[in-house]
């Protein structure tokens, strides 16, 4: 597609149980970033892969939270025993490598019940 | 610690007025600044990046100005419109080669017709 793409869009899950977001950025972005924004929060940078490199995790939460990139590509957000605060829509960027401007998806709105 | 700062309440204007957003930062020396446009629902869109070696930067009925003795970027929109009514976020990212930025929390802007 032309643009990064979140799945799912939305997903309600029970306390305790693992979820997990995916994310497909724009062909050719070798950056790729994952935030979380809470209801009239800013944007908190949770992740960021670019290239082979190792990630940068210093923006994960705790150590429930995850996150791979097979191939370069698609990136999976695990998060493991869901609490009720990381409800909030988390979002996916891409970008060239070594480019500032970054491409967002849609988001997936999580609900933990 | 490094510190983004918005106008948390929205701002309303009247349709064809300029708005003007404000994006103040401390302890900071970014290399750049970005200001994303984000719509309910959606991921930010990005609209402009001034450089710290920039004054200004203009983009159809968009203007950016960029301060780093204030410490302060303003964001103009001309002409205003309804459909202009959407928050506004900035985005700086450290000099030093972070390619991580960090998000302010947003100005809702709205226009009325």
């Known amino acids: 597609g032309a643009g990064v793409s979140q799945s799912p869009s939305n997903k309600v899950t029970e306390k305790g149980k693992d979820v997990e977001l995916r994310c497909d950025p724009i062909?050719?972005?070798?950056?790729l970033y994952w935030y979380r924004q809470s209801l009239g929060q800013g944007l908190e940078f949770l992740i960021y892969?670019?290239?082979?490199?190792?990630?940068?995790k210093s923006g994960l939460p705790s150590d429930r939270f995850s996150a791979e990139r097979t191939g370069g590509s698609v990136s999976t957000l695990t998060i493991q025993r869901t609490q009720q605060e990381d409800s909030a829509v988390y979002l996916c960027?891409?970008?060239?490598?070594?480019?500032?401007?970054?491409?967002f998806g849609p988001g997936t709105r999580l609900l933990v019940l | 610690s490094q510190k983004i700062e918005q106008n948390s309440e929205a701002l309303n204007i009247q349709e064809g007025k300029t708005a003007t957003l404000t994006c103040n930062y401390t302890?900071?020396?970014?290399?750049?600044l970005q200001w994303y446009r984000q719509d309910p629902g959606r991921g930010p869109v990005f609209l402009l990046l001034?450089?710290?070696?920039?004054k200004e930067k203009r983009k159809e009925r968009l203007k950016v100005t960029f301060d780093t003795t204030l410490k302060q970027s303003l964001f103009h929109i001309t002409a205003s419109q309804p459909a202009d009514s959407a928050t506004y976020l900035c985005?700086?990212?450290?000099?030093?080669?972070?390619?991580?930025?960090?998000f302010g929390r947003g100005t809702s802007l709205i226009v009325h017709p």
């Open positions: 960027a891409s970008s060239l490598g070594g480019a500032e401007t970054q491409y």
């Open positions: 062909s050719g972005h070798t950056a």
């Open positions: 892969f670019q290239g082979n490199s190792a990630p940068d």
């Open positions: 302890n900071y020396s970014p290399a750049y």
């Open positions: 001034i450089r710290e070696n920039e």
């Open positions: 985005a700086l990212d450290a000099s030093g080669g972070s390619y991580i930025p960090t």
